[in-house]
């Protein structure tokens, strides 16, 4: 069984940078289809970015694109999956959660495609 954990939210001001981690545990975690949603309060869960599960491919909403950077490390039982981000916005503040996807070629935007989910890591982009 896939478990994911994510670690690396905190408060930034606007035009700074952040790094989100996600550990995935198990042995069929590198096999996994990886994804980054968000969710602000009362509004629904959005993609982010999402990975392959060799890298091979990326995906990115538009709302991120040239400033988030999603990239992964596999290893044996274990791959963490990280979210490079940059130049924040305000808009970016959210709960950031990372997803799963036993799929392990196609990266799905939605959410009900993905399988597994961590607990959420918080984002506030203030000054």
């Known amino acids: 069984q896939v478990q994911l954990v994510e670690s690396g939210g905190g408060l930034v001001q606007p035009g700074g940078s952040l790094r989100l981690s996600c550990t995935a545990s198990?042995?069929?975690?590198?096999?996994?289809?990886m994804s980054w949603f968000r969710q602000v309060a009362g509004q629904e869960r959005e993609f982010v970015a999402g990975?392959?599960?060799?890298?091979?491919?990326?995906?990115?909403s538009d709302s991120v694109k040239g400033r988030f950077t999603i990239s992964r490390q596999n290893a044996r039982d274990k791959n963490t999956v990280y979210l490079q981000m940059n130049t924040l916005k305000p808009e970016d503040a959210a709960v950031y959660y990372c997803?799963?996807?036993?799929?392990?070629?196609?990266?799905?935007?939605?959410?009900?495609?993905?399988?597994?989910w961590g607990q959420g890591t918080r984002v506030t982009v203030s000054s």
């Open positions: 198990g042995r069929t975690a590198s096999s996994h289809t």
């Open positions: 990975i392959t599960w060799n890298g091979g491919s990326t995906t990115y």
């Open positions: 997803a799963a996807d036993s799929n392990p070629f196609r990266i799905y935007t939605e959410m009900l495609q993905y399988e597994l």
